[in-house]
Structures are given as C-alpha cells and as structure tokens.
C-alpha cells in the first residue's frame, strides 16, 4: 500500500526530559494503525506534534504524499487532511449532536440568518449513519452511550471535504468504553477504513491491537521500538515489545478455608439496575463480577460502598452497614477503589500525601495534632512500596499520570487494612507495568484475609485474579464461574457474549 | 555561539522570577510597594506611628469578617450572609446592654454570650438550607443575609444607634497594650486559632478536601455534609465576633455597619487565596488584608478631605488585578503541566 505519511528521526524535548527520540513513524493509505507503549513513553507526545500542538526539536524529515510537511504546525496538519480525536472527545456535552457537529463547522443559515435545523438535522444523522450509528441527534450528547459520543466526535472531526481527509487520528479512543461499545467504535473504524481513511489509535488494551489494526507501532523510553504488521505479533512478543522484558504473570494458588464465616455478606440487593442480588466472598477470597454496562456490574461495587442508594441487607462480619454512608462503611472496615479516578477518586487540588491519608488522616495525630512529619513518613513508605512515580509526597496528585494516581488511589485503601475490599475496574487506563504491580498488591490483600471484589470489563483481569466470577445479566447473577473449570477468561466472554444476545432479541 | 549565550541568558531568567516569587508573594511586594511610594509622598503623615496603629486597629473587625468568609470558602461554600450576621450582632448588642434602661439592661458579657448564641444559630440555620435543603450555598446565603438584614432593621427602626455601652466594655475596644491597639490582638489570636484548625488538625484537612473535590472525599470517608454545616456555623460565629469587637470599638450602630465590611473581607480572602500556597490560607488572608489597608490609607492621605470614594475604588481595582494575576498564573502551571505529560 502506498504510505501517505512518512516521518524520519523525529525527536521533541522539553527542559529537563526528552520526550522523543529520534522516531521513524510511518501511516500507509487506508490502514488501521496501532500506537502502543506505556505512560510516559512518548506516544502523546507524537500525536501531540503532530497535531501541532508541541513544535518538534529540529532536525527532522517529514513528507506527506511526497511532499515536505510541516510538522509541529495546527493549521499545515489541517491542510494535509490529517483530524484528531482526542481523549476528552472536546464534545460539548449539553448539547446535540447536531450543534456539536456545527460548532466545529458552522450553521448553515437561511433567509434572515435563521438556522436551517431541518438541513443541519439531516446531515448529522447522515453522518453517523455513516459510521454505522442510527441515534438521536437531537438529545444532548451527555445523554448518549461512550460509542456514541465518540461517534459524534469523529463525525464531527470528518466532516466539510471528506475527500481531502486522509489520515484520523484517535487518542485512546477505548479508555472508557465499555465492551460493546468498543465492539461498535471497531465497527465505524472499519467503515472508515473502507472510506479510505487511515485510523491511528493510541492504546493500552492489546487485545484491540489484535482485533482491529492492520500495524503497530510500539514506544518505549521516548523511543520507537518497531513498527510490526499485528498478524505477526502475538500477545506475549507484543508485551515484551512494550515493556522491554519478559513479563511472567503470577498464577494465583489461593486456598480458601470455607469452614470460615463469610466476611463480606451481602442479601436481596436491589436499587437501580440491581435486581435481588445475594453473595458472600470469605476471607482471603477474591470475587470477580462481571457482565455488561447496564447489567449491574458497574453498580454493584457503588452499591455496596456507599456512593449510591440501594435497599437489601450488606454486613461486614456480621455488623450490619447503613446504605448511602461512605464513611460508616470504611469504619466498619471496607475501603473502595472507585472507577470514575478523576470524579469520584483523586481530590486533584491536594498532594499525593494529603490524598493517600484522607481515609484515616487520624492515624497521624500526636494529641489535637496532625504529625506532618509522621504523615510524610508513611506516604513516602507507600510511595516505594508501590513505586509510584512523583518528586515527592508533596506534589499536586494531579502532576501525576493517570496508573500512578492510581497506584495512590490503591494506597489510600491498602493503609485502611481493610476487611473488605472493593475495586471497580481497578486497572482502567493503567499500563501494563502498573497494572500488574496493581495485581500483585491485590494478591497481597486478599492473602492478608481481606475479602475482595473486582468489576472489571477486562476478562483477563479477572481470570488473572479472582477465585470465583459472577457473571451479572439485567440486574442478576446470571452464572458463576469457578477458578479450575478450564480457561476463565473463555468462560466469561462466552457467558458475556450469550448475555448480550439476549439482550438484543 | 549565539543560542549558547541566550541559552545561558534564559535560565537565570526564569529562576529569577521563580526565586522572587513575584506571584506567590505579590501582595508582601505591593505592601512594601505602597510603603516606600506613600512613604515618599507624605513621610510626615504616611509613616508616622499614629496611622500605622489606625490601621491596624481600623482593619480588625473586617479582618475577623475575613476569616469567617475564609472557613466556608476552603470547603468550597460561600458564606454571603456575614455581613448581615455581623450587623445582627452589633444590633442584639446595642439592644441588650443599653445603658439607659430601654430595654433590658444586661451586663456586656451576658449580652455578648447571648449575642454569639443568636449569630451561631443563624449560622445551623443556613447550614441546614445548605445541607437539607440542597439550595446552592451562594444563594442560600444571600438570601438569608437578606431576611436578617430585615430583622435588623425591624429592630433598630432604621436608626442609627449610639453611647449605649459602658465605659468598661468600650475599654475592651479602645486600650492600647504595648502601643498595639487591643483590638488587634483579638484578630491574631482569632487567626491562629484558625490557622491551627485547618494547617495542623484533621479537620482542617476534611474541610479543604470537602472543598477539592466533594464527592470523593465523601467517598473517602469524608462527612463532608457535617464539613459545610460546620463551617457555616463557624462563619456566622466569626461574625457574631466581628460584629461584638466592632461594638466595644466603635460603640455605634448605622444599618450599613455590617454590609460594609463584607466586600473587602472577601476581597482579602480571594487575593489572600492567591498567595503563599495557592489555595484559600489565614496568612495569605491577613498579608492581604493589610497590604490593602495600608494602600487605601496612603491614598486616603494623598487625596485628602474628598477621599470617601477612594475606598470602594481601590479595593475594587486590586480585587481584579490581584486575581487576574493569580488565574494568570494557573494557566502557567496548566501548560507546564501538559508539557510535562507525554
């Protein structure tokens, strides 16, 4: 195929730190391209020259379509028919569709100046039927599901002279969605691609890598490490690739004692979505839950922590805990991970330090006192003992990536010592290198005696960790699997994937 | 030859700035600014002892008022009601201690204990419109700032209320210790009070994370619903106080005593929240507070007799510029903060 982009020995540096060294990138004409790599290892910052939002360090060589390209420059990359979507989506949420689209673009007006709606209407719902979307475009954006929000931001990024636009470039495009919405953004990528536009995406789910692109390019430490067709990779060469070494995951060999009393108990949940649910996870057990958006896997863990209402019966060895009390939870010995790291998690204005204690920020007290010395002390401990990368315990949490926040986000639970622990998708927008030091701690925990839930949309993760996954359908459990019965991850999707045509008949 | 030189030129540049902490530390410079320009201009007034301590003792009242808008605002809630709670405190004194057997005759320290009882009531009260009722702090407290402006002016008729407290409660407002006036010291011990609260203690740091991001410190553990009531209960109480010293200073009561106060007490507060630490703070607070005062009072001096304008003109203009200056700053550090995620 004919390369239409074509980047040599591009670096970009900023004070202190090089960002990119020397890469070699290259987009071939209506191809699906994979950006890979962990946080921190330049793919951002390559996107981000290119989107010219960084001018590049000079030195470079960069032709499109064969002619010199100006890279580092909005408007010259504009020019080119190279489009971004980035992570954010830049949709502005209290609007339509359609609005959204003519933000970018212009309302076509009618006599008077009026806004023909009527034509604009037509045209967005053209669009995305284009993409493979058949929504309302008249309800605010923030009322649609993730794929179709992404969905109105590429349309909105396509649109005016389609012909001229040759490369779309999507900056992690998946980091929130859930399964089946992915299937359905794959779906409207594969549409593109028979448009003849090349996709870049930036990811950190390899197994979309294998689903759906035609390469990958994997950075490591500001480097482009190679650039491979994905139908020679397979899963552990490309982790390699990534992470510069072999990683070996651990295999769980859990016992669990099941004369012991449950330490989580949990009967007749109902609220939202959650339709007269019973479990029990004992000490030292690790309970996945798995299932669909909307099927109760993502309000189960909100349910039982505090966050939402709900109506049922949850205990804790056997001291019963009031619905919609986050704190009355916690002193009764759960701690929670939340899923939404940025809503419901960090508190972005305060330091690592201050974020890591905020459960027990009484633990540090001399008399009336805060012990700023003993706190700093402590933080610096879960900071090594995570090896969470910051300057200091006194940062900003915001100065941080997103896998370390996290990593804060596990230690502010881990010093709890809970008995109960609930993580919801604890590894989101984690890279692998974090995502299995995440791993390992939950080990830790669960080896501890505490009783652990997982909700994850990541069947892996769940094979990787849990002792039991339920697996969860319109509100109920609709099947358990058991760790022994063969490969679990199978298990799940096939469970999954039954469920979701259920579903749709 | 020449990009090493401007390379070696830039660096300094920018530790320059950095090491002056021209942000940070903008309203210590502006003061020492205002002291040296006004200081210039009127030597014999300006920087004489007798107009330092006026400014000193004139700002105490509207700096306790700035505390109590400080604790709500740290949590992220506005406490717009100060100022009427402040006038509703200087009024329940007037109306308690009068003198001349009008009414009911109380000595001053029953009547500043029931005096901060009625003020720290208001404050539950808005702390349960806040709280329960789930209206947006900003307009619960405007509006009832607004209902107990009414009371006030119901119960001193609209008229301005003078000599009713006795010579020993007025000592309280008036002495001199060490040629500070006394009133000065009742803002310090106030402040460090508050500074230890939300520095040192865990409340402290339950308030400003109520105020970061609420509902993940709810999530946390946090009660962040008891943290807002509190605080509001706090802010009326630091009213109540201000208007109480207010009383023993002045010892006079106009319906726009407390109102008055509420605009540069808050002007303190968001230029303090500016400084030092780049969050809402009690230091940033006062250097603020004082900075500002000892501008208002050289410019007083420099126009003269007409300066009743100059103050409201002044604290406006600083206001604006002060937190222009800050969000400028933020904007730095979230370009710097792009840059430095790859």
């Given at each position: 195929?004919a390369?239409?982009l074509?980047?040599?020995?591009?670096?970009?540096?900023?004070p202190?730190?090089?960002?990119?060294?020397?890469?070699?990138?290259?987009?071939?004409?209506?191809?699906?391209h994979?950006?890979?790599?962990?946080?921190?290892?330049g793919?951002?910052?390559l996107?981000?020259?290119l989107?010219g939002?960084h001018?590049?360090?000079?030195?470079h060589?960069?032709?499109?379509?064969?002619?010199?390209?100006?890279?580092?420059?909005?408007?010259?990359?504009h020019?080119?028919?190279?489009?971004?979507?980035?992570q954010?989506l830049?949709l502005v949420?209290?609007?339509?569709?359609?609005?959204?689209?003519?933000?970018?673009?212009?309302?076509?007006?009618?006599?008077?100046?009026r806004?023909?709606?009527?034509?604009?209407?037509?045209?967005?719902?053209q669009?995305?039927?284009?993409?493979?979307?058949d929504?309302?475009?008249?309800?605010?954006?923030?009322?649609?599901?993730?794929?179709?929000?992404?969905?109105?931001a590429i349309?909105?990024?396509?649109?005016?002279?389609?012909?001229?636009?040759?490369i779309?470039i999507?900056?992690?495009?998946?980091?929130?969605?859930?399964?089946?919405?992915?299937?359905?953004?794959?779906?409207?990528i594969?549409?593109?691609?028979?448009?003849?536009?090349?996709?870049?995406?930036v990811?950190?789910h390899?197994?979309e890598?294998?689903?759906?692109?035609d390469?990958?390019?994997?950075?490591?430490?500001?480097?482009?490490v190679?650039?491979?067709?994905?139908?020679d990779?397979?899963?552990?060469?490309l982790?390699?690739?990534?992470?510069?070494r072999?990683?070996?995951?651990?295999?769980?060999?859990?016992?669990?004692?099941?004369?012991?009393?449950?330490?989580l108990r949990?009967?007749?949940?109902?609220?939202?979505?959650?339709?007269?649910?019973?479990?029990?996870?004992r000490?030292?057990?690790?309970l996945g839950?798995?299932?669909?958006t909307?099927?109760?896997?993502?309000?189960l863990?909100?349910?039982?922590?505090g966050?939402?209402?709900?109506?049922?019966?949850v205990?804790i060895?056997?001291v019963?805990i009031?619905?919609?009390?986050?704190?009355a939870a916690?002193?009764a010995g759960?701690?929670f991970?939340?899923?939404?790291?940025?809503?419901?998690?960090i508190?972005?204005?305060?330091?690592?330090?201050?974020?890591?204690?905020?459960?027990?920020?009484?633990?540090?007290?001399?008399?009336l006192?805060?012990n700023?010395?003993?706190e700093?002390?402590?933080?610096?401990d879960?900071?090594?003992?995570?090896?969470?990368?910051?300057?200091?315990s006194?940062?900003p949490?915001?100065?941080l990536?997103?896998g370390?926040?996290?990593?804060?986000?596990?230690a502010r639970s881990?010093?709890?010592?809970p008995k109960?622990l609930?993580?919801d998708e604890?590894?989101?927008?984690?890279?692998?290198?974090?995502k299995?030091?995440?791993?390992?701690?939950?080990?830790a925990?669960?080896?501890?005696g505490?009783?652990v839930?997982?909700a994850?949309?990541?069947s892996?993760e769940?094979?990787?960790l849990?002792?039991?996954?339920?697996?969860?359908?319109?509100?109920?459990?609709?099947?358990?699997?058991?760790?022994?019965e063969?490969?679990?991850?199978?298990?799940?999707?096939k469970?999954?994937l039954?469920?979701?045509?259920l579903?749709?008949? | 030859?020449s990009?090493?030189?401007s390379?070696v030129?830039?660096?300094?540049?920018?530790?320059?700035?950095?090491?002056?902490g021209?942000?940070?530390f903008s309203?210590?410079?502006?003061?020492?600014?205002?002291?040296?320009?006004f200081?210039l201009w009127?030597?014999d007034?300006?920087?004489s002892m007798?107009?330092?301590?006026?400014?000193?003792?004139?700002?105490?009242?509207?700096?306790?008022?700035?505390?109590?808008?400080?604790?709500?605002?740290?949590a992220?809630?506005?406490?717009?009601?100060?100022?009427a709670?402040?006038?509703?405190?200087?009024?329940?004194?007037?109306?308690?201690s009068?003198?001349k057997?009008?009414s009911?005759n109380?000595?001053?320290g029953?009547a500043?204990?029931?005096?901060?009882v009625?003020?720290?009531?208001?404050?539950?009260?808005?702390?349960?419109?806040?709280?329960?009722?789930k209206?947006?702090s900003?307009?619960?407290?405007?509006?009832l700032g607004?209902?107990?402006?009414?009371?006030?002016?119901?119960?001193?008729?609209?008229?301005?209320?003078?000599?009713?407290f006795?010579?020993?409660f007025?000592?309280?407002?008036r002495?001199?210790?060490f040629?500070i006036?006394?009133?000065?010291?009742?803002?310090?011990?106030a402040?460090?009070?508050?500074?230890y609260?939300l520095?040192?203690?865990p409340?402290?740091?339950?308030?400003?994370?109520?105020?970061g991001?609420?509902?993940?410190?709810?999530?946390?553990?946090?009660?962040t619903?008891?943290?807002?009531?509190?605080?509001?209960?706090?802010?009326?109480f630091l009213?109540g106080?201000?208007?109480?010293?207010f009383?023993?200073?002045?010892g006079?009561?106009?319906a726009a005593?407390?109102?008055?106060?509420?605009?540069?007490?808050?002007?303190?507060?968001?230029f303090?929240?500016?400084?030092l630490?780049?969050?809402?703070?009690?230091?940033?607070?006062?250097i603020?507070?004082?900075?500002?005062?000892?501008?208002?009072?050289?410019?007083?001096?420099v126009?003269?007799?007409?300066s009743?304008?100059?103050?409201?003109?002044?604290?406006g203009?600083?206001?604006i510029?002060?937190v222009?200056?800050?969000?400028?700053k933020g904007?730095?550090?979230?370009?710097?903060?792009?840059?430095?995620?790859?």
């Amino acid at each position: 195929m004919a390369k239409i982009l074509h980047i040599w020995s591009l670096s970009k540096s900023f004070p202190g730190q090089v960002a990119l060294q020397d890469a070699t990138f290259d987009v071939e004409e209506g191809e699906v391209h994979a950006l890979v790599g962990q946080n921190g290892s330049g793919k951002s910052t390559l996107i981000k020259v290119l989107a010219g939002f960084h001018k590049p360090d000079p030195g470079h060589n960069v032709t499109m379509r064969d002619e010199v390209f100006e890279i580092g420059d909005a408007a010259a990359a504009h020019r080119a028919g190279i489009r971004f979507v980035h992570q954010d989506l830049g949709l502005v949420e209290a609007v339509s569709a359609v609005e959204n689209l003519a933000l970018g673009f212009g309302y076509r007006t009618g006599f008077g100046r009026r806004i023909n709606w009527k034509k604009e209407t037509l045209k967005t719902k053209q669009a995305l039927l284009d993409l493979g979307f058949d929504i309302d475009v008249r309800v605010p954006v923030a009322a649609l599901g993730g794929a179709a929000r992404t969905g109105v931001a590429i349309a909105r990024a396509l649109q005016e002279s389609e012909q001229n636009i040759s490369i779309l470039i999507l900056d992690e495009p998946t980091a929130s969605l859930p399964g089946a919405d992915v299937d359905r953004l794959f779906d409207a990528i594969r549409r593109l691609k028979t448009r003849g536009i090349a996709v870049v995406f930036v990811s950190h789910h390899l197994e979309e890598v294998f689903e759906i692109a035609d390469r990958v390019t994997v950075l490591r430490d500001a480097k482009v490490v190679a650039t491979v067709e994905a139908s020679d990779l397979d899963m552990s060469s490309l982790i390699e690739l990534i992470v510069g070494r072999k990683v070996t995951a651990a295999t769980v060999n859990r016992s669990i004692d099941q004369t012991l009393e449950p330490r989580l108990r949990v009967e007749d949940l109902w609220g939202p979505g959650m339709n007269d649910v019973s479990l029990e996870v004992r000490p030292g057990e690790v309970l996945g839950v798995a299932g669909l958006t909307g099927s109760g896997r993502d309000t189960l863990i909100p349910m039982l922590s505090g966050a939402m209402e709900r109506l049922g019966n949850v205990s804790i060895d056997g001291v019963a805990i009031r619905a919609g009390n986050p704190s009355a939870a916690i002193a009764a010995g759960l701690a929670f991970v939340p899923a939404d790291r940025l809503r419901n998690g960090i508190i972005s204005m305060m330091s690592v330090r201050s974020n890591t204690t905020i459960a027990n920020v009484g633990r540090n007290k001399t008399g009336l006192r805060l012990n700023h010395k003993k706190e700093r002390a402590e933080t610096q401990d879960w900071i090594s003992q995570l090896s969470v990368v910051t300057t200091s315990s006194e940062a900003p949490i915001s100065t941080l990536s997103g896998g370390n926040q996290q990593k804060v986000m596990m230690a502010r639970s881990f010093r709890l010592d809970p008995k109960v622990l609930l993580l919801d998708e604890p590894t989101q927008g984690v890279d692998i290198g974090a995502k299995e030091e995440i791993h390992t701690f939950v080990d830790a925990a669960a080896a501890n005696g505490s009783a652990v839930v997982i909700a994850s949309t990541d069947s892996a993760e769940l094979a990787r960790l849990c002792d039991r996954v339920i697996v969860m359908h319109r509100g109920q459990i609709v099947d358990t699997i058991v760790r022994g019965e063969g490969s679990m991850a199978q298990s799940i999707d096939k469970v999954l994937l039954a469920g979701s045509s259920l579903a749709t008949n | 030859m020449s990009t090493s030189e401007s390379g070696v030129l830039m660096a300094p540049k920018r530790s320059l700035l950095n090491r002056l902490g021209l942000d940070r530390f903008s309203a210590l410079y502006l003061w020492g600014a205002f002291m040296i320009i006004f200081g210039l201009w009127k030597p014999d007034t300006f920087l004489s002892m007798t107009s330092a301590k006026l400014v000193l003792g004139e700002n105490v009242s509207t700096g306790i008022l700035a505390l109590a808008f400080l604790v709500p605002f740290c949590a992220a809630t506005f406490d717009l009601s100060i100022g009427a709670v402040m006038s509703m405190s200087v009024v329940t004194m007037c109306f308690l201690s009068d003198e001349k057997a009008r009414s009911f005759n109380m000595p001053v320290g029953v009547a500043a204990v029931i005096t901060l009882v009625v003020c720290t009531l208001i404050g539950a009260v808005s702390g349960f419109i806040v709280v329960k009722l789930k209206v947006n702090s900003f307009i619960a407290t405007l509006g009832l700032g607004q209902v107990i402006s009414a009371v006030v002016l119901k119960i001193s008729f609209n008229r301005q209320i003078t000599d009713v407290f006795s010579k020993t409660f007025v000592k309280f407002g008036r002495n001199q210790y060490f040629g500070i006036p006394v009133v000065f010291f009742y803002l310090a011990v106030a402040g460090i009070i508050i500074w230890y609260v939300l520095e040192h203690t865990p409340v402290g740091r339950f308030i400003y994370a109520t105020g970061g991001n609420p509902e993940a410190a709810r999530l946390a553990g946090v009660k962040t619903d008891r943290m807002v009531w509190g605080s509001l209960i706090a802010s009326s109480f630091l009213a109540g106080v201000a208007g109480i010293v207010f009383s023993a200073k002045v010892g006079l009561f106009t319906a726009a005593t407390g109102p008055n106060y509420l605009f540069p007490a808050i002007a303190a507060v968001f230029f303090g929240a500016s400084q030092l630490k780049g969050r809402p703070n009690v230091a940033g607070t006062f250097i603020a507070l004082y900075a500002l005062a000892f501008g208002i009072k050289g410019l007083q001096l420099v126009v003269g007799t007409d300066s009743y304008w100059v103050n409201p003109m002044f604290q406006g203009t600083t206001l604006i510029i002060a937190v222009s200056l800050a969000s400028q700053k933020g904007l730095a550090k979230m370009r710097k903060r792009k840059v430095q995620t790859t």
